[in-house]
């Protein structure tokens, strides 16, 4: 059934109703209720409500002096509206949020098909992505797809993970892993950005919203919280000790999220904000392995340049220079700036920009056609990031022995 056809069932229309107020009965001794509601659902079955509280007196969308008239007569009463209690009044009434139809859905969204990834990401700040890639997609991280083999066979036992933290050089694949492997375990893949949530009104609200969320649903998923050093508060921001909370928390008996079928991926470009601001966040046990995502080694590299080039049809870039040829040609040029004399001068992300550089090439020479010349030319064009941000990316280096270097 689907959620349309759902709303022109009497039957599930009082079975939601029922879900989400019941809970008030056991409240029977609170005189004063306001009940916080979008769904038009509650408003067009005021009735049914009526007649479900028969002991109170059940008012919507009040107005202020209409809110004063009513508890001039101390007599219980419900208030629903779609608006907050107003302040005058919170001293004496207890207000309540209820939810809506679909969860994240209100019915009248539903009604005029509006989407549920557009109704998170504007709501909860959460966008929900069904990736296309596969971990094939992926060059090199070998440690890292090992170590998600074991996890996943570790979850068919009932193991509930906590989470991987990948941290790096920008540039290595640390947003399009747990892209990929979104895609190969056929799983939504959930972007949390606490920096839409910050600015919000209610960051705290819309935080336990999203994993409230989250905990309600049925199904398997991959959350990716990306380049969280930039949304990292000092020591006493409570957005961030409520994230580790919950974090520290996951797959605990005693966790309040005992639903979430999640898979967690934070990653960060750099430490020295999560260092400064939020040490504990890195403490072992708020995820189950941390990784330092690395520039690739050489046969690494020469794996993602065939990846890419058999992906982009530039075979004939192969018969026009032997690919360990332009690698010590690339390796040359920036090899001063490399601090690590074991790893490829360039990102996975590089390797990529510069074929799809040659692949432009080809098209737009196609009547000269494409040289060796051409092909050596867009080394300069590519300058590394080892190269134009060498101070910090020696610094991000520095730190790899901290976690399993991939």
């Given at each position: ?11 599930n ?13 056991e ?9 916080y ?80 990834a ?15 890639y ?26 509930n993970?906590?989470?991987?933290f990948?941290v790096?050089?920008?540039?290595t ?9 979104a ?11 606490l ?5 919000s ?32 508060g ?19 008996k ?43 080694t050489?046969?690494m ?7 890419y ?8 870039l ?15 040029t920036?090899?001063?700036d ?12 590089e ?24 092909i ?9 990031i080892i ?20």
């Amino acid at each position: 059934m689907t959620m349309l056809e759902a709303l022109n069932d009497s039957n599930n229309i009082k079975l939601f109703l029922d879900k989400k107020l019941d809970f008030l009965i056991e409240k029977n001794s609170t005189n004063f209720i306001w009940l916080y509601a979008k769904d038009n659902l509650y408003y067009e079955e005021i009735y049914y409500i009526r007649k479900k509280f028969y002991w109170l007196r059940v008012e919507a969308y009040p107005t202020e002096e209409e809110v004063r008239e009513v508890l001039k007569e101390r007599k219980g009463v419900m208030f629903i509206a779609p608006y907050h209690c107003p302040d005058d009044f919170k001293n004496l009434i207890v207000e309540f949020e209820v939810g809506n139809f679909d969860g994240v859905l209100t019915s009248q969204e539903i009604e005029l098909g509006v989407s549920r990834a557009k109704a998170l990401q504007e709501r909860l700040g959460i966008s929900v992505i069904d990736s296309p890639y596969k971990l094939s997609d992926v060059g090199g991280a070998d440690k890292l797809k090992e170590y998600v083999a074991l996890l996943q066979k570790a979850e068919e036992q009932g193991f509930n993970p906590k989470g991987i933290f990948l941290v790096g050089i920008p540039g290595t694949g640390k947003t399009f892993f747990p892209t990929c492997l979104a895609g190969e375990l056929n799983r939504p893949l959930i972007m949390l950005n606490l920096e839409v949530l910050k600015e919000s009104g209610e960051p705290l609200n819309k935080l336990n919203q999203v994993f409230e969320f989250l905990n309600s649903q049925n199904e398997r998923m991959i959350l990716l919280i990306d380049e969280i050093e930039k949304m990292i508060g000092d020591a006493d921001d409570p957005l961030t000790g409520r994230l580790m909370t919950i974090l520290s928390a996951l797959g605990d008996k005693g966790s309040e999220y005992k639903n979430l079928k999640l898979l967690i991926f934070a990653t960060a470009n750099s430490l020295n904000a999560i260092l400064d601001k939020q040490p504990a966040f890195l403490r072992r046990g708020r995820f189950d392995e941390l990784f330092f995502v690395n520039l690739p080694t050489f046969d690494m590299a020469k794996s993602i340049f065939e990846m890419y080039i058999k992906k982009l049809d530039l075979n004939i870039l192969t018969m026009l220079i032997d690919l360990d040829e332009l690698m010590v040609e690339i390796d040359n040029t920036y090899r001063k700036d490399n601090s690590q004399p074991n790893k490829f001068c360039y990102t996975p992300a590089e390797i990529e920009s510069f074929l799809k550089r040659v692949a432009f090439l080809r098209l737009a020479k196609s009547e000269q056609g494409l040289s060796k010349e051409d092909i050596l030319g867009c080394i300069k064009l590519f300058i590394p990031i080892i190269t134009s941000a060498k101070e910090g990316i020696d610094k991000i280096a520095a730190q790899r022995d901290l976690f399993v270097e991939i």
